[in-house]
């Protein structure tokens, strides 16, 4: 009995670092209220599946066993899963890419788990709980790996403007995924009951696994790259509407400029005339004459 009570705690608590990696990407715009929503979400299931899980194998309704546990695993992390996905939203298809990223890396840790144990602890009946805490052993050394992938796989800006690349998303979402169930429905298990040298088949295993972890990486890789062109593109645009936007007010500028000359060269012109009329007016003794001229001259200006 306390062999179940341990192994079905590990398990439960395998999926906790899981569904942490899958809200990571959308940290960067979750408020308080969707992070507490979620960190309490996710221990009510804990909870929940730890309490069902354990009256299954109790109740001797499910032999514990490997099938078991990686049936359980297919149904006990979707309601972590749609927690986070009905929680942050709407990027119902860049959740399923998270999902299929954290599947290819979940397989390989699996593979390499079984693989180790398989050489040194296949026969012990404490196999399952020594699988889980291998399993959980190998996911804590390469999480930060995992994290740094994908800190920068979403911008914020992105995030906040969905509609932008949801054509694209449509397209990519469930890449990952599909070559995780790929990679889990190649019959592994029904080709090692067949073949009496396993070692082919576990280095074959771990290969093609290796493999799908390669392509993983080389999708984020691809993902974080594109989107950081087309930031470059968008703040190059920006710059140069910005730059067209200052020529254009250079432009008006020159324009006000040139009319102020015009004006300016006109009144030179119309004030060398009234000066040139006001000489000769004085310099033929029409005193009174001249007089009013000024004045109206002055009047003239005052109004301008």
Not at 161 to 175: E, S
Not at 237 to 256: C, G, N, P, V
Not at 279 to 303: F, P, Q, T, W
């Amino acid at each position: 009995m306390d062999n179940v009570f341990v192994t079905v705690f590990l398990f439960c608590v395998s999926l906790l670092p899981m569904a942490y990696l899958r809200y990571y990407p959308f940290r960067i715009i979750a408020t308080s209220r969707e992070q507490h929503t979620l960190i309490v979400g996710h221990l009510i299931i804990f909870v929940v599946e730890f309490l069902l899980v354990t009256a299954l194998f109790l109740s001797g309704r499910v032999e514990m066993g490997g099938s078991a546990f990686q049936k359980l695993y297919f149904v006990c992390h979707w309601p972590h899963f749609l927690l986070l996905m009905f929680t942050i939203r709407p990027f119902w298809f860049r959740h399923f890419f998270v999902l299929g990223i954290q599947g290819i890396y979940t397989v390989f840790i699996h593979t390499v788990t079984v693989l180790l144990l398989k050489q040194i602890w296949m026969q012990t009946t404490y196999f399952a709980s020594l699988y889980f805490l291998f399993y959980l052993g190998l996911m804590m050394i390469s999480f930060p790996g995992m994290m740094w992938l994908l800190r920068g796989l979403f911008a914020r800006e992105q995030l906040l403007n969905p509609h932008q690349t949801a054509a694209f998303w449509k397209y990519l979402g469930f890449v990952p995924l599909l070559l995780t169930y790929y990679q889990g429905s190649m019959g592994y298990a029904k080709l090692i009951q067949q073949v009496e040298d396993l070692s082919g088949i576990h280095l074959y295993m771990l290969v093609s696994r290796f493999i799908l972890v390669i392509i993983g990486i080389s999708l984020i890789i691809s993902v974080r790259s594109g989107f950081h062109q087309v930031r470059c593109i968008f703040l190059a645009k920006e710059r140069s509407m910005k730059m067209q936007e200052q020529l254009r007010e250079i432009h008006d500028y020159a324009d006000t400029l040139r009319e102020e000359q015009q004006k300016l060269a006109i009144l030179r012109h119309d004030s060398r005339h009234q000066l040139r009329v006001l000489a000769e007016l004085i310099e033929s003794g029409h005193y009174d004459e001249a007089e009013r001229h000024l004045l109206a001259m002055r009047k003239e200006v005052e109004r301008q």
